[in-house]
């Protein structure tokens, strides 16, 4: 256990190392390039001590923007061969070398949230600059993530969910064809233990699907409607469809009112097609197969982001909460990236029990949100002491607090400064 003023200094010095110059390293040996999501998270961090420096991250990030608007999950801004599959592999041939997937669009809600924040006008003109740019990125899942228009968000790829070695991902991957894989030298597995990491089938199927990809020149169009994986992810669409909110947000106070209408269409028409979601008999919204229309069935972290989002109706609440109630009873901390329940739960392999700091984030706020501030501060109290008790981890083991993955993590020690590391719970986003 070490005191707050020892671990904010810890979490600083942990930005300060992983800061590359104007965007920052998930962690240095595991993950050397600038991740998608984790940037947002870690501009939350920043902003804790540097504003400037929050905005960097964001404005880093959307300089490898694609002209139709499609933002990478990696921007490699150098090379490191301590990392597979690196750039040639994913072979998009843009000036700026990037992979051809995308992550889960926490960007405009953690914008909208440093704009209302601001100190300072020259914060707003920072904000009015990246709005298009997020708008466009919004545009493009519209355009290409949604093919049947409901307001959804199907994931060609499990490391586009963030979630990579979620279990729900399982059956969808073992349709995928990995007959033609190219040889190839996994890099992850000689930085951490292989039993906390995915299995090589999983990684075979991983590996495939970026075949795909790049044999049909990150055709996104085709890839979304004929591609091998189409899974509609729970987390993306929930996060969507909050980022949206947000954007929402943004374009009102900046002053966008034709795309604050559009916006609203899309919002209502996402909060109706989320019911595509619901599984009944699991009681929780779970990812859908686009190819086979069947539901994992499994309640996940991401299940409970439909607060978040903001849809979950009087009955889906009493079945969540229930779930939240069961979980919270056999596990000392909360939220497990799966059901402990469920056959696959496993307390140290990636996404299929540890939990993670951000995904609580989102979940608390969500949480707090709707009314549920036990809960929401339950989760944050247990992200907070894991952190005490064991340091800055990727993750966390759920029943014994061990660390799992790299340490001294980039968006844990962000989580830590911005939400996890406050003696209350503040206004977070
Ligand atoms: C792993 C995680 C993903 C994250 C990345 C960098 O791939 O599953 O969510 O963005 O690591 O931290």
């Not at 939350?44 to 990478?72: C, H, K, V």
């Not at 055709?219 to 591609?227: L, R, V, W």
């Not at 949100?369 to 064991?390: H, Q």
Request: aromatic fraction near 12%.
């Amino acid at each position: 256990m070490t005191d707050r003023p020892t671990l904010d200094r810890a979490a600083r010095d942990i930005l300060k190392a992983n800061d590359r110059g104007g965007y920052t390293v998930p962690n240095g040996h595991v993950y050397p390039f600038q991740w998608n999501w984790d940037s947002a998270f870690v501009a939350l961090g920043f902003a804790t001590y540097n504003r400037s420096r929050a905005w960097e991250e964001i404005e880093t990030l959307f300089s490898a923007q694609w002209d139709d608007g499609f933002m990478a999950h990696i921007v490699f801004w150098q090379d490191d061969e301590g990392y597979f599959p690196g750039p040639k592999v994913w072979g998009t041939n843009k000036k700026i070398a990037t992979s051809g997937i995308t992550q889960p669009p926490v960007a405009a809600s953690v914008v909208r949230w440093l704009y209302d924040s601001a100190t300072c006008d020259s914060e707003k003109e920072r904000a009015a600059a990246l709005y298009p740019k997020l708008a466009a990125w919004h545009d493009w899942f519209e355009k290409y993530r949604d093919p049947d228009g409901k307001g959804l968000v199907v994931s060609v790829h499990p490391w586009e969910s963030g979630r990579d070695n979620s279990a729900e991902w399982d059956e969808p991957a073992a349709a995928v064809d990995i007959s033609n894989v190219d040889p190839y030298v996994r890099r992850d597995t000689s930085h951490l233990d292989a039993s906390m990491r995915p299995t090589k089938l999983d990684y075979d199927r991983y590996l495939a699907m970026v075949q795909y990809g790049r044999d049909c020149g990150w055709d996104h169009k085709k890839i979304a409607t004929e591609g091998p994986f189409r899974v509609v992810d729970v987390s993306m669409t929930m996060i969507l469809l909050r980022a949206n909110r947000d954007l929402l947000a943004l374009a009102e106070a900046l002053g966008h009112s034709e795309d604050a209408e559009k916006l609203k269409a899309r919002i209502a028409n996402a909060e109706k097609g989320v019911s595509w979601l619901w599984n009944e008999d699991a009681g929780a919204f779970c990812s859908r197969d686009m190819i086979t229309g069947k539901s994992s069935g499994m309640v996940t972290s991401a299940s409970f982001l439909a607060f978040y989002a903001g849809v979950a109706n009087d009955v889906q609440r009493q079945a969540l909460a229930s779930h939240l109630e069961r979980i919270g009873n056999k596990l000392t901390y909360m939220v497990p990236s799966l059901d402990p329940d469920h056959e696959e739960f496993d307390t140290i392999r990636y996404w299929r029990g540890p939990v993670w700091a951000v995904v609580n984030f989102l979940v608390s706020t969500g949480l707090a949100d709707a009314g549920l501030a036990d809960w929401a501060e339950r989760v944050r109290k247990d992200t907070g002491a894991l952190i005490e008790k064991t340091g800055f981890y990727e993750a966390f083991c759920p029943t014994t607090g061990r660390g799992t993955g790299g340490d001294d993590f980039s968006w844990t020690a962000a989580m830590w400064l911005h939400w996890a590391g406050k003696s209350k719970a503040g206004n977070v986003t």
